[in-house]
């Protein structure tokens, strides 16, 4: 089915987190899970850069901590494809070399909930659900007051902003569900 979903190619995963998923045997689905999410960090992060140029936050650590994400499931296979939370734990990544500050995401990736995150943490759990189209208000308001906190642009303006940012990125849900099953 290689090749049923031409027209959405997402941007490779980067080199260490791909060197790991080899040296690792990680499962196909998993990392085309992790090569959508991403994809969709880079896009958020550029959007961001060009809508708040004066917010600050470490890009890099966005984008590798959405591409590394999932990684314990290599450790939990039966959570790729059901609930589960034992991969939510940041020292495989850091046995296999991944400093805390990169491991960290796979812990805190889905506790956006339960505590206050600060917003690197925020914008992975924001690219892991907006990446197959799915848009979650309260999320979604736990960022737009981190960057009205830092910016002082105002709220209902950085929601405007925000909003549009991703919606444009939500709208490529359904390609990148495609491409999912197409390549995992």
């Known amino acids: 089915m290689k090749g049923e979903c031409m027209s959405y190619e997402p941007r490779p995963l980067p080199d260490e987190v791909q060197r790991l998923c080899t040296e690792l045997d990680a499962p196909p689905r998993l990392v085309a899970h992790l090569i ?4 969709v960090s880079v896009d958020l992060v550029e959007g961001l850069r060009q809508k708040f140029p004066d917010l600050e936050f470490d890009h890099e650590a966005v984008c590798f901590g959405a591409a590394s994400h999932d990684f314990s499931k290599i450790k939990f296979p039966n959570e790729l494809t059901g609930p ?10 850091r046995e296999n070399g991944i400093e805390p500050r990169l491991a960290k995401f796979c812990r805190t990736h889905n506790r956006w909930m339960d505590e206050e995150l600060p917003i690197e943490d925020l914008l992975v759990a924001l690219s892991d659900a907006i990446w197959k189209g799915q848009r979650i208000d309260e999320l979604e308001k736990q ?9 002082g642009v105002e709220q209902w303006e950085v929601f405007s902003e925000l909003d549009v940012l991703l919606e444009e990125i939500a709208s490529l849900g359904d390609e990148r569900l495609a491409w999912q099953r197409a390549n995992g």
Do not use: N, S
């Open 36 to 39: 959508l999410v991403h994809d």
């Open 84 to 93: 589960g939370r034992q991969h939510e734990d940041d020292a495989f990544l």
């Open 143 to 151: 960022v737009i007051d981190k960057i009205t906190e830092q910016t």
